[in-house]
């Protein structure tokens, strides 16, 4: 059976078909290669290099879509290499040299929140909507009774790719473990309250209320009231009051912490 159906086989149609197949096959493969090599992007091997030395978090938190934008971008000339908070000092040398420009080492910073207030500070309505503190503050400026203090709805910590920020009894709260100080969260927080402090700081300003002291008591029970004892009782002379709260200046603080221990409402923190 098997040697009729053979005999049966055209030999000379059997070869041709084979070689218009044959013919059909390399003409495709040499389309599919002109066709690539025609619509290739070509890639900067400066910016291969670049990214290479980034963090590779793609958090956005240098103002740029992901690594590959921000390596682009400095390619071009269009960006710092210091925006980028998560890559190291010695990687962000090294993207210097490949650029060509001088780079002095960063100090490394850690996100904090100006804010203790949460369970503590009064409600002025209980809010029902979509969650997040963007979504809140486009009703009457959010549910708190402070205006400048933090909503708590978490939209810093849904945006952080570290975990290193969550809402704890009703306030955000910075991981200083887990903080790369990429700045997504102070971007993306509506009060603008979030800020990069250096990472050898020993206490921050846990308040951002700008209301005098009996404005604040009515509205939190942790809120600074701009006594200024901090700013009489700093050696260093570090603290100064703006618009009645303290500010830090750490370029003189000493880390004495008698800020934290004069402080009545206990609205200047420790760092831990």
């Not at 149609?13 to 084979?18: C, K, P, Q, R, Y």
């Not at 929140?113 to 500070?121: E, F, I, K, T």
């Not at 009051?241 to 003189?252: A, T």
Request: charged share 20%.
């Amino acid at each position: 059976m098997e040697y009729l159906l053979l005999k049966s086989i055209d030999t000379g149609v059997l070869l041709t078909v084979l070689g218009i197949v044959a013919v059909l096959s390399i003409v495709f493969a040499v389309l599919i290669v002109a066709v690539s090599k025609a619509c290739a992007v070509k890639v900067d091997e400066k910016v291969e290099k670049i990214k290479e030395h980034l963090s590779g978090a793609n958090c956005g938190g240098c103002g740029f879509a992901g690594c590959a934008d921000f390596a682009k971008a400095l390619a071009e000339g269009k960006a710092e290499v210091t925006s980028c908070g998560p890559t190291s000092n010695e990687n962000k040398q090294k993207i210097a040299d490949i650029l060509g420009v001088p780079f002095a080492k960063t100090e490394e910073m850690v996100a904090i929140v100006h804010c203790c207030g949460g369970d503590n500070a009064k409600e002025k309505f209980t809010y029902v909507g979509n969650e997040g503190c963007t979504e809140e503050i486009a009703f009457m400026g959010g549910k708190k009774v402070c205006p400048h203090g933090c909503i708590g709805s978490g939209t810093c910590s849904k945006g952080c790719l570290y975990g290193a920020i969550a809402v704890t009894d009703g306030v955000a709260k910075v991981d200083r473990k887990k903080c790369t100080a990429c700045g997504v969260c102070s971007k993306n927080c509506p009060k603008s309250i979030i800020e990069m402090i250096p990472k050898s700081a020993k206490v921050y300003i846990a308040c951002s209320t700008l209301c005098r002291g009996k404005d604040v008591m009515d509205a939190c029970s942790a809120g600074c009231i701009g006594c200024g004892l901090c700013v009489r009782n700093c050696p260093s002379l570090a603290i100064t009051m703006e618009n009645n709260l303290p500010k830090i200046d750490y370029s003189k603080c000493i880390g004495c912490k008698n800020c934290v221990l004069k402080c009545p409402r206990k609205c200047i923190r420790e760092i831990v």
